[in-house]
């Protein structure tokens, strides 16, 4: 893979080109592969994948296709790729109550999240994910609802086709959403707890009346008003999802989804540890004695997020070889974020008093994508071929950022509850440009089944352009980086019985970061550094799938090998982030979704992940081995028909948290979590006990200035009425 440095033609009209000559190309070996070929012969006619994802073929917690890996529905058997469902069904289950809630039944996910907060601090093979919805890498990931989402999926390693910009090297956490459905349906769910968990939820999807069935909608709405476990800590959320789509006819479609996100939070920002002892390198021995529910968030701070969101989709079959699609998405972004930090050394005093500095940003963020996907597929004698090729422009900005100058405010103290003392209301910002990306994207993969697809070889190669105008604000001056970047991805799939897969594949991935660097002056100010390089990523990746048609199970076992260059850091209280030396990270992972009978659900992970940096180092907040389990029992028959119960766990082993150049460790810990779920008539009633052992841990932490500490035992219930 090499990355020259070259102006990047990013001009839609000459992708659009590109994607025209692609598909007259491949339409001319169609047209040619199977001259004997009539309509309407069944005995003939090639199914083609679609667009979309039919979750109404989801078996309980098991999921057979996804769009994550190819842009197109495929059966995860066929990708030589890990490839992980969480349906939506384990979703209410376990009574999420963000993405990384959901990724506990994941092999290889250490989760270092703030408590209650989704603000995507976990990492899959050793290394930050890139979480998206739809396919749409949008600012604020992290707080975005899960009652609009239909399911998610989990594609480990790098994929070079999913993002005009590129990708994280270790997995892709994208979101699917809901679609509005032809069957009349819907549901509307309360629920309640001890906290993060005073909610309702209301999904309505169906035919419009007297549009003969060609007009369908979906309307999703959530609120939420709660208080969290830690001091002066709470939610407001309000959601509206409205979706239509019109389906012209049995092959074509055009859908419009619209989001708005309404999100006001006062963020748990931890507490210090205590570095008086500089031989006690075990985070849990370097805690204070102060209460489980203490911070130091003061109850003025606050995280406030605002989004739009729209995404067009149109798709059609043109013939019995090709399906395409042209698609738009559109988000608006209105963030504002008032905090504290420490500002002293050290950073507790000995009256237990932390010095403090107040500031407050805003962003205004603008983001635009088009892109095009089509699918081709036919039989050139005893071999189909599949062909998935497009383009894809993404635009991030013009927007703007509002900065306030840190501002010292009286002292907090770890020993007394927080008192009010940050300014309210918060005086106007002066608002700056920010910095603007155009990305652009052209790939095709092709994909080849031989011998009653006992063989299966695919391969793919993708170009990505970066242009970024870099904006300084302390000079007010603008700077230009420019990328463009080749990738390739292939593999092979071996089945020496139908549901047995052994697979080797093989992935580059390139990712443009769109962050700046800082650089740390005496005085301990961080001043602007310039852009941070693109991120390039090699990975090898063998292992055996296990899937039966009936799908009762969903099976893997996988060896990865991944070497990754610019990691970067991000320096914390400011903007910016540091550059770090390049990581290796290897390891083996399974995952088993076992459904045995229709009483009984069993999931099953383990991973181990050996996670370096070019020094031999262990890096940081990566769980060398991960543990988890779920089962569930419903009862059929009987007196305790419509009864059902779960038990699950999670085990993280010791990983280390780095403070500069010293390694501090959190002890392993294991989460246990209980359900029990009893359905009558129309009515579902469930209770959810997370942390049934009321454990005490570390969540995860920026050190030296906070750590996380998990939240105790807490019980949720609900109450869902569906027709």
Sequence with gaps: MNMPNRKPPLASSALALLSMLMIGGNLAVAQTANPTSKPGNDDERVVLPTFTVDASKDTGYIGSNSLSASRAAINVADMPSSVIVITRQLIDDIGAFDVADTLRFVSGVTDSSMPAQDTLAFKIRGTGATVSTDGFRVSGEGTQDLA?????????????????????????????TKNPLPVAQ????????????????????????????KLLYRLVLAAQDDDAYFENVSTKRYVASPS?????????????????????????????????????????????????????????????TKRHRLDFRSGTKVNSVLRTSLNAQYMETNYERSSTRPNGTPIVQADGSIPRRWSRNTQHDYR??????????????????????????????????????????????????????????NPPLTLVPRSEQRSAQVYIMETL???????????????????????????????????????????????????????????????????????????????????????????????????????RLSASVAHFDTDLTNRTRVIVGTPYQELQSGGNYTGWESDIFYRPTDSISLIATYSYTDATDTNGNQIEAVAPR?????????????????????????????????????????????????????????????LNVNNLTDKKYIAGGFLPQRVYIGTPRNIRCAVTYTW
């Design 368 to 425: 635009y994508r088009l892109y095009n996907d089509n699918i081709m597929q036919f039989n050139i004698g005893p071999v189909a071929n599949t062909t998935v090729f497009g383009f894809d422009l993404l635009q991030e900005g013009p927007g703007e950022d509002g900065n306030a100058d840190a501002v010292t405010i009286p002292p907090a103290n770890l020993y007394q509850a927080p008192v009010a003392v940050v300014p309210t209301p």
């Design 626 to 686: 991960t543990l988890s389990g779920l089962v569930r029992y419903d009862f059929r028959k009987g007196l305790l028909k419509g009864l059902g119960v779960s038990l699950a766990a999670n085990y993280q082993s010791e990983y280390v948290l780095a403070n500069g150049s010293v390694n501090y460790t959190v002890e392993p810990r294991t989460l246990v979590d209980a359900g029990l779920f009893y359905t009558w008539k129309d009515y579902k009633f469930q």
């Design 148 to 176: 609009e989402v239909e399911r998610v999926e989990v594609l480990k390693g790098p994929s070079a086709i999913l993002f005009a910009r590129g990708g994280s090297a270790g997995a892709t956490v994208n979101r699917i």
């Design 449 to 551: 089944k031989a011998f009653q697809e006992r063989l299966i070889l695919s391969g793919g190669v993708t170009r990505n352009w970066v242009n970024i105008d870099n904006y300084t604000a302390a000079s007010g001056t603008w700077s230009k980086q420019k990328t463009m970047a080749d990738t390739k991805q292939y593999g092979v799939i071996v089945r020496p019985i139908p549901w047995v897969s052994a697979y080797y594949g093989y992935n580059e991935n390139f990712d443009a970061q769109f962050v700046r660097l800082g650089a740390v002056q005496p005085d301990g100010s961080v001043i602007d550094a310039g852009a941070a390089p693109p991120r390039q990523s090699v990975s090898h990746e063998f292992g055996v799938k296990l899937t039966r048609d009936d799908g």
């Design 244 to 304: 239509v789509t019109y389906q012209f006819n049995e092959d074509t479609y055009a859908t419009l989804k619209y989001n708005y996100f309404w999100n006001k939070q006062t963020q748990y920002v931890g507490v210090p540890i205590d570095l008086s002892d500089p031989t006690e390198l075990r985070i849990e021995h370097k805690l204070y004695d102060i209460p489980r529910e203490r911070t130091t968030s003061d109850p003025n701070e606050s995280q406030f």
């Design 186 to 213: 819907g549901y509307l769910k309360v629920q309640t707890g001890a906290f993060d968990a005073n909610r309702v939820e209301f999904d309505s999807t169906g035919p419009v009346p007297k549009t003969g069935g």
